[in-house]
């Protein structure tokens, strides 16, 4: 079972800039999407953004524009680029993966608070 560690989160200032990893125990070739989601204080967990083998990238509304997601199957890594960032991107943010076939495997998530 591949497991997935989430790095990179922090506190940031409103308009900052944050890269989250996500690093896997195993191969990700065989995952057919790779995704991060997010869950704020007191709120049910989102969908953040997706890249989908054979598709391009997907992103949530909110997000469109600032956030950028990336794979490398070769460092078996997931990233998000956040840009302009906003109080209400604070949350804990979370790695998700999995393949045609079976249950998705989650991170244990990140900390991303943006405040000034």
């Known amino acids: 079972q591949v497991q997935l560690v989430e790095s990179g989160g922090g506190l940031v200032q409103p308009g900052g800039s944050l890269r989250l990893s996500c690093a896997a125990s195993?191969?990700?070739?065989?995952?057919?999407?790779m995704a991060w989601y997010r869950q704020a204080p007191g709120k049910q967990r989102e969908f953040v953004a997706a890249?989908?083998?054979?598709?391009?990238?997907n992103y949530t509304d909110s997000v469109k524009g600032r956030f950028t997601i990336s794979r490398d199957n070769a460092k078996n890594s997931l990233y998000l680029q956040m840009n302009s960032l906003r109080p209400e991107d604070t949350a804990v943010y979370y790695c998700y993966a999995r393949r045609s076939i079976g249950d998705p495997v989650w991170g244990q998530g990140t900390q991303v608070t943006v405040s000034s």
């Open positions: 195993g191969s990700i070739f065989s995952m057919r999407v």
């Open positions: 890249v989908t083998s054979g598709a391009f990238p």
